[in-house]
T-cell receptor
Framework: NAGVTQTPKFRILKIGQSMTLQCTQD?????MYWYRQDPGMGLKLIYYSVGAGITDKGEVPNGYNVSRSTTEDFPLRLELAAPSQTSVYFC????????????FGPGTRLTVL | DAKTTQPNSMESNEEEPVHLPCNHS???????IHWYRQLPSQGPEYVIHGLTSNVNNRMASLAIAEDRKSSTLILHRATLRDAAVYYC?????????FGAGTRLTVKP
């Protein structure tokens, strides 16, 4: 199993550009999550999904959108990139919501200039 | 929301035991205590979790106070590869809100 994979690894955006961060898991987990981690800080939950077609907001959802059309994929979309969205983004998945072990991807480092 | 408090940093010598503390005085009866660690430039990885009883696995041990208001992650013999940021979180109480964690430095 590859676990949780994320693409791209690095990206530089200009203010106002848009992009989609890809996340795929092959563990047949129903639950998937997106986090951001600012330098020297812990992780903050952006959005999560409890299954295909169902998503919900986390702690810091503003400026982001998600969709979940399949069990495996959970892309995160930035519509109008802002410097405040410069961060490392981690995708994760778990078998059970929140209380279960979460498996994290390697992260996407995003810089908005 | 239940919150956790951890020291910002700790140091250990290689091959010595390390005790990483976590205070969670507002823990509820249904909260599990989870520990994750994050190696440099990597995503967090699961270490261990427990509810009331002490727990052991191949990576570490988790000692939970009788009143559950604190816990300690124990690395029995620290190696250089254990240098990481260690996060203590309560689930579902923390809603996966990671604090700054404890940065563990392991000296050779």
């Amino acid at each position: 199993n590859a676990g949780v994979t994320q693409t791209p690894k690095f990206r530089i955006l200009k203010i106002g550009q848009s992009m989609t961060l890809q996340c795929t898991q092959d563990m047949n987990h129903n639950y998937m999550y997106w986090y951001r981690q600012d330098p020297g800080m812990g992780l903050k939950l952006i959005y999560y999904s409890v299954g295909a077609g169902i998503t919900d907001k986390g702690e810091v959802p503003n400026g982001y959108n998600v969709s979940r059309s399949t069990t495996e994929d959970f892309p995160l979309r930035l519509e109008l990139a802002a410097p405040s969205q410069t961060s490392v983004y981690f995708c994760a998945s778990s078998y059970v919501l929140l209380t279960d072990t979460q498996y994290f991807g390697p992260g996407t480092r995003l810089t908005v200039l | 929301d239940a919150k956790t408090t951890q020291p910002n940093s700790m140091e250990s010598n290689e091959e010595e035991p390390v005790h990483l503390p976590c205070n969670h005085s507002t823990i509820s009866g249904t909260d599990y205590i989870h520990w994750y660690r994050q190696l440099p430039s990597q995503g967090p990885e699961y270490v261990i979790h427990g509810l009331t009883s002490n727990v052991n696995n191949r990576m570490a041990s988790l000692a939970i106070a009788e009143d559950r208001k604190s816990s300690t992650l124990i690395l029995h013999r620290a190696t250089l590869r254990d240098a990481a940021v260690y996060y203590c979180i309560l689930l579902p109480g923390n809603d996966m809100r990671f604090g700054a964690g404890t940065r563990l430095t392991v000296k050779p």
